[in-house]
């Protein structure tokens, strides 16, 4: 995972320099911290999947409410802190390795044709997506056991009757051209 600190305004930043972190993976040139956080395309698919409109549902703008917890670190309301905090981090990074992916595919193609910019996007969210659910999977054995009072979120839950966390990943379809 990549190293994190928290920075100006409370936001988590990755290690690499400002200058160094001019040109998003997503394509977007002269990227500055609110590109990162709020309209890198990878990072939306990811923030897609936490589901905002379930976890916020009585605030009229829940992305920026979501934006707001993750980067700040601030679990929803009566959510375990701790549980959110890696949560967050999970997030954060797998944002970040989805840019990463993007960088390789873009500037070290696996094959001799390189790919269309919108491939390129749609592989990068697809790794971070995996990596998101592949850890959020291997660290929830970590959270603490939750009670008959603890909230859920929409991707999260305890199990009463299995004594665990739940992982209920989102449904997702698209519908093609040729479909409709």
């Known amino acids: 995972m990549p190293a994190w600190h928290a920075t100006l305004q409370g936001y988590m930043i990755d290690h690499i320099r400002p200058n160094a972190r001019r ?20 990072a939306i ?13 009585s605030t009229p703008s829940h992305f920026q409410q979501l934006l707001f917890n993750i980067w700040t670190n601030s679990a929803p309301p009566a959510f375990p802190p ?6 967050s ?5 797998a944002i970040e ?24 996007i749609q592989k990068a969210q697809q790794e971070a997506e995996a990596f998101f659910w592949k850890t959020l999977g291997d660290r ?22 299995a004594a665990s966390w739940r992982i209920t990943k989102p449904h997702r379809w698209s519908l093609r051209l040729s479909q409709a």
């Not at 701790?82 to 949560?87: D, E, P």
């Open 45 to 57: 698919h990811m923030y897609g999947l936490l589901q905002p409109e379930n976890l916020f549902p």
């Open 89 to 93: 981090l999970i997030t954060i990074c």
């Open 23 to 42: 040109n998003c993976g997503c394509g977007y040139r002269q990227a500055d911290t609110i590109h990162h956080c709020r309209d890198c395309a990878i």
């Open 140 to 161: 929830k054995a970590t959270f603490s056991p939750g009670k008959e009072d603890t909230p859920k979120l929409p991707f999260l839950a305890w199990d009463h009757s």
């Open 97 to 120: 390795i989805g840019r990463r992916t993007a960088y390789r595919l873009k500037y070290h193609p696996q094959t001799g044709q390189p790919m269309s910019s919108t491939r390129i």
């Open 82 to 87: 701790r549980i959110w905090t890696t949560i």
